[in-house]
Every structure is written in structure tokens, then in C-alpha cells.
């Protein structure tokens, strides 16, 4: 299936009764074809927030929680945005003897969706902290150059540093990063975190690389994915992290995250934007 096929962009009217079949998948593979070989691709995770998770206790009371479902890089499909918005609204009238039987039945329908073990984390709606960002930010940075769409060519060296300064362990990261849907074309906004071990870059590049994605078509997870690969390509470093953490929209916001070596997987955060 094709996410031309989906229910993203139409008028869709809400389900009141659970309908497990409504979560529509999207297969990773073709966007992955220009960097199939880059390993870390493939290592990594997909975090979801949802907001709108509501079902009956079997006293007919509404219950409420808010969401943290995590998706494995490696799983053969993505899962469309609008479908898992719909799918959880489609449990709000039904009922579940507990809060673990409500999420034994998510993650299984989840996981069935997209070939892969969706594990499902409900909070209290008081309880989801808000983090703030760690590393340098480099939004003060003065690109060079500007453009509008994503262009690898961007991304350099600091030609400034001396020989012996060269290898750095830094954490970038920036607030303006921006892209569009590739079905709706509706704007999506995030704070992207570049966990970074090599050669030192020039942040001013890594800056307009990231704003060269403002007119990007591409659903969050492809856009992390390319950022990825283009900076494991283009600067080589030893060790690499990129974790997009997107603003909500229609209830939910997706976080990906990529990483060449498993021991930097950051714990999931949600910042005061989201």
C-alpha cells in the first residue's frame, strides 16, 4: 500500500467503535533506496506521544492517559500518522477491565501493523516531564550559504581548529528545523539533536543543512534518515546520533532516532514545544 491510499489529507469522520484494521502502514524501503547500506539506518527508534488516548473503565467511566509508544527502526513499516490518530480514538468507548489490558490490545494490534514489537508506555496526564535540550545550540550560527532544499554539499569541516583539536565528542543542536508533508504539505516543525564523534565540523554548515530541509517534502522518520546518512557520508565520523524531536499535531508528535552504535540511544524526552 501507498500513502496515497491512506486517510491522510481526507475528510474522515471519527469511529466510536474499535477498529483495529484502520491503522495503515507504510513500507520504509523505498525511501531507504539511495542509503539501504548505511547501518544506522537501521538502528534506532520511532518515539510517538499520544494525547487523545481515552477508553472505558467496566463501570462505562472514561479513563485518560497520555501515550509513549516506541517503533523499532528496523521494522519493515512506518505507520501512517492519521490512521494511529484515528485507531486510538476508535478505542474511546470500548471497554477494558485495566490499564494493562488496554495496552496488551495496542500492542498487539501495533505490532501486527508494522511487523515489528511496538511496546506502548501510558502516563498519567500529569506525569509526562518536559525536558530541556542538552549540547550547543547553534541557531546563533551565521550560515554561509542558503538554500531551500536538502543539499549534502553543505556540510564541512571547521578549517579553523588545529591539528590536535580535530577529533571532538560534541552535541549539537538546533530549534529550526522545519519541513513539510509530502501528502498534505502541511508544515512540521522540531528541535534536531546531532550527538557527534570525528573530525569537528563547522557548525555553520551543519546549520544550513539543516535549514536547507524548510521546503523538504518527507514524513519525519525519512527526514531524520536522510540527515543521517548524509553527514555519515559526507563527514565520516566515528560515532553518530540524530534524534528529531517534532512538535504534535492532530494529537500526537513523532520523535525518530538513529544511531550508529546502540550505546548512544538517548532515553526519550519531550520539550516545552511539543
Not at 22 to 39: C, D, G, K, M
Not at 251 to 268: A, F, H, K, Q, Y
Request: hydrophobic share 35%; net charge negative.
Amino acid at each position: 500500500m501507498t500513502v496515497e491510499q491512506s486517510l491522510l489529507g481526507k475528510d474522515t469522520d471519527y469511529p466510536t467503535t474499535y477498529q483495529p484494521d484502520i491503522l495503515f502502514p507504510i513500507s520504509r524501503t523505498q525511501a531507504r533506496e539511495n542509503y539501504q547500506h548505511v547501518e544506522g539506518i537501521y538502528k534506532g527508534k520511532d518515539w510517538w506521544h499520544i494525547f487523545e488516548i481515552s477508553w472505558l473503565n467496566l463501570q462505562g467511566i472514561p479513563q485518560v492517559a497520555i501515550g509513549r509508544m516506541t517503533l523499532p527502526a528496523s521494522s519493515e513499516f512506518l505507520l501512517e500518522s492519521k490512521s494511529l490518530k484515528l485507531y486510538f480514538n476508535s478505542m474511546n468507548f470500548t471497554q477494558f477491565e485495566s490499564k494493562e489490558a488496554f495496552i496488551q490490545r495496542a500492542e498487539k494490534d501495533l505490532s501486527h501493523a508494522a511487523q515489528a514489537e511496538v511496546t506502548l508506555t501510558l502516563f498519567h496526564v500529569d506525569d509526562l516531564e518536559i525536558s530541556k535540550p542538552e549540547g550547543i545550540c547553534i541557531d546563533d550560527q551565521q550560515p554561509d550559504c542558503l538554500v531551500n532544499h536538502p543539499d549534502a554539499r553543505l556540510l564541512a569541516f571547521d578549517k579553523t581548529v588545529n591539528d590536535a583539536d580535530k577529533n571532538v565528542e560534541i552535541q549539537l543542536y538546533s530549534h529550526l528545523l522545519r519541513s513539510n508533508c509530502p501528502v498534505t504539505g502541511q508544515p512540521d516543525w522540531g528541535t534536531i539533536f546531532i550527538r557527534y564523534q570525528g573530525k569537528k565540523p563547522c557548525y555553520r554548515s551543519i546549520l544550513a543543512y539543516i535549514i536547507s530541509y524548510r521546503q523538504h517534502n518527507g514524513f519525519h522518520e525519512q527526514c531524520v534518515e536522510q540527515v543521517f546518512a548524509d553527514l555519515w557520508q559526507n563527514l565520516q565520523p566515528e560515532k553518530l546520533m540524530v534524534y528529531a524531536t517534532y512538535t504534535r499535531r492532530g494529537g500526537l508528535d513523532i520523535n525518530p532516532c538513529r544511531v550508529s552504535d546502540e550505546s548512544w540511544m538517548p532515553s526519550p524526552i519531550r520539550l516545552a514545544r511539543q
